[in-house]
């Protein structure tokens, strides 16, 4: 396996590591993700689209199968999410949160364009 393949393998499993456990993590904290997403007027029928966009599009980044589209989905949640759940810019945490949401965002779009995302 060549350096570059190896990076981008790292990559891969870094950022599908993120949403995989944040997938878990809403899954196992249902009742107080949804009470947030409440908050936010977010309805509760979007949190199994959630959990499920999350999985599917993080195992397949991981496995390398359809990253392309998988990394697009996850950069329009991201900015959904900075957009829906960060936009108190009075916080410095939530100013933080969502600019890094927005940097994830960016970092799925350079790899939907990575020509390891490119179909074999």
């Known amino acids: 396996m ?10 891969r499993v870094l950022i599908s590591a993120l949403f995989l ?8 904290n249902m009742p107080v ?3 947030h997403m409440a908050v936010q007027h977010v309805p509760d029928y979007f949190l199994p689209l959630v959990i499920a966009l999350e999985i599917c599009a993080g195992l397949a980044i991981l496995i390398g199968w359809q990253v392309r589209w998988a990394a697009l989905a996850l ?4 900015v959904a999410t900075a957009v829906l759940f960060h936009m108190d810019f009075t916080q410095a945490v939530e100013r933080t949160m969502f600019t890094k949401d927005l940097a994830i965002a960016g970092g799925l779009l350079i790899l939907a364009s990575s020509r390891f995302a490119a179909p074999k």
């Not at 060549?2 to 990559?11: E, P, Q, V």
């Not at 456990?21 to 196992?28: I, Q, Y």
């Open 2 to 11: 060549t350096l570059t393949r190896s990076i981008d393998l790292l990559g």
């Open 75 to 78: 950069a329009g949640f991201c």
């Open 33 to 35: 993700v949804l009470h």
């Open 21 to 28: 456990l944040a997938a878990l993590n809403k899954f196992v």
